[in-house]
């Protein structure tokens, strides 16, 4: 927790010094906005929007409003930041489906790479893959040849599901 704590400051400072500098002019002069294109509470983009704004706005003098715009899959709240004034008021706490969106969408009403512009690095945050104790596993090759109770009508998939119901 320190080491985040130490990460989220230093990126604070560097965005406050670089927005500073590239303005030449009293900013902010106003609130700032800061988009997230999932639900609220929906995980740690929306945790750390908060965290950054709480400090963003003590450090800057002003107040950060988190603007969560859901819908698909961080296009609606991209979307958002993409068409808005290009003044540092609005800004996008992304994540990799910015990256991936072009992938596999035909067609986006942005550009990733010309729209938008990195301004640091918040957090890493790892994505884990767990079960139940019970489950006999100690690893992801464990895992899918794992034996279940429907296994035997279904020999050719290595993953089964369990109905864990009362019967």
């Known amino acids: 927790m320190p080491q985040l704590r130490r990460r989220l400051l230093m990126a604070l400072a560097l965005l406050a010094v670089g927005v500073g500098t590239a303005l030449a002019q009293a900013y902010p002069n106003r609130s700032i906005r800061i988009v997230v294109p999932f639900a609220a509470g929906a995980g740690v983009l ?9 400090h963003l706005g003590a450090s800057l003098g002003q107040q950060v409003v988190i603007d969560n715009r859901p819908g698909a899959g961080g296009i609606v709240g991209a979307e958002v930041v ?51 104790p019970s489950v006999p596993v100690q690893s992801v090759k464990e895992l899918t040849w794992c034996t279940c109770p429907t296994k035997a009508a279904h020999p050719r998939w290595p993953i089964s599901w369990r109905d864990n119901s009362p019967s």
């Open 46 to 54: 929306d945790i750390m929007a908060r965290l950054v704004g709480q």
């Open 82 to 132: 993409a068409k808005a004034e290009p003044d540092g008021y609005t800004l996008l706490m992304g994540n990799t489906a910015l990256v991936v969106s072009p992938y596999l969408y035909a067609k986006l009403p942005f550009e990733p790479l010309a729209d938008f512009v990195p301004v640091t690095l918040v957090n890493s945050a790892p994505l884990l893959l767990v079960v139940h």
